[in-house]
Antibody, heavy 124, light 107 residues
Framework: EEHLVESGGGLVQPGGSLRLSCAAS????????MSWVRQAPGKGLEWVSF???????YYADSVKGRFSISRDNSKNILFLQMNGLRAEDTALYYC??????????????????WGKGTTVTVSS | DIQLTQSPSFLSASIGDRVTITCRAS??????LAWYQQIPGRAPKLLIY???TLHSGVPSRFSGSGSGTEFTLRISSLQPEDFATYYC?????????FGPGTKVDIK
C-alpha cells in the first residue's frame, strides 16, 4: 500500500527557512509526479508545487523564487525547501502523489495519495 | 491563471438526499478536472478525475459530469460519511488551482 509521511514542520520566524521532507513507501518517488499542497488554518486547499518525474518543476506564484521542490532518489524522499517565510505561509503542508491516466487520446493528472501533513507556523 | 468557483459554498442536507455541487472555471479546461472530499481533521481524498471517472474504491453514489467551464459533482443518496467539504481542482494548466470548497452539513 502506498503511504506518504511528512516531517520538518514547526515554528519559524518571518524571513526564516524550513525544509519539509516526505518519505514515500509502496511506490518510487522518482518514477512518479509529486506535489505539495497546503491548507491555511480554516481555509481551503492551495496547490504549491509540482515535480515532474523528469525533473521539471512548477510553482504557485505565491511561493515562486522562495520555495524549491526536489527529491532524493536513493532515500525515496520528496523535499520542499522554504526560504523567506512569511506569515501567510502558515499552513498544513501535504505531500501528494500525482497519479496519471491515459484515456485515449488524452493524458490526465489527479492527486491520489496524500500524506497526513506537517504544520508550518510563521510567527515572531 | 485559471480561477475556479463553486456553488453553493455551503449546503445543508439530510441522509438519503440527492446533492449537486457545481464548479465553474474562468476559462475552458476541457475535462481536466478532479473532485476531492475532505473530512475535518483528515487529508483530502480523491473522488473523481477527468471530470467523470470514478477513482478506484469510491462508492458509485458519487458521479461527475461536465466539460469546458461547467462541472457537476452529484451524490445520489447522501450517507452519514459524506458530510464533508468538497473541492474541485483543475489540472489543465499550471498552477493547478482548487475551488474554494463546498461544505455539506447535516440538516
Amino acid at each position: 500500500e502506498e503511504h506518504l509521511v511528512e516531517s520538518g514542520g514547526g515554528l519559524v520566524q518571518p524571513g526564516g527557512s524550513l525544509r519539509l521532507s516526505c518519505a514515500a513507501s509502496g511506490f518510487t518517488v522518482s518514477s512518479n509526479y509529486m506535489s505539495w499542497v497546503r491548507q491555511a488554518p480554516g481555509k481551503g486547499l492551495e496547490w504549491v508545487s509540482f515535480l515532474h518525474s523528469g525533473g521539471v518543476t512548477y510553482y504557485a506564484d505565491s511561493v515562486k523564487g522562495r520555495f524549491s521542490i526536489s527529491r532524493d532518489n536513493s532515500k525515496n524522499i520528496l523535499f520542499l525547501q522554504m526560504n523567506g517565510l512569511r506569515a501567510e505561509d502558515t499552513a498544513l503542508y501535504y505531500c501528494v502523489r500525482v497519479g496519471t491516466a491515459m484515456i485515449t487520446p488524452y493524458f490526465y493528472y489527479y492527486m491520489d495519495v496524500w500524506g497526513k501533513g506537517t504544520t508550518v507556523t510563521v510567527s515572531s | 491563471d485559471i480561477q475556479l468557483t463553486q456553488s453553493p459554498s455551503f449546503l445543508s442536507a439530510s441522509i438519503g438526499d440527492r446533492v449537486t455541487i457545481t464548479c465553474r472555471a474562468s476559462q475552458g479546461i476541457s475535462n481536466y478536472l478532479a473532485w476531492y472530499q475532505q473530512i475535518p481533521g483528515r487529508a483530502p481524498k480523491l473522488l473523481i478525475y477527468a471530470a467523470s471517472t470514478l477513482h478506484s474504491g469510491v462508492p458509485s453514489r458519487f458521479s461527475g459530469s461536465g466539460s469546458g467551464t461547467e462541472f457537476t459533482l452529484r451524490i445520489s443518496s447522501l450517507q452519514p460519511e459524506d458530510f464533508a467539504t468538497y473541492y474541485c481542482q483543475q489540472l489543465n494548466s499550471y498552477p493547478f488551482t482548487f475551488g474554494p470548497g463546498t461544505k455539506v452539513d447535516i440538516k
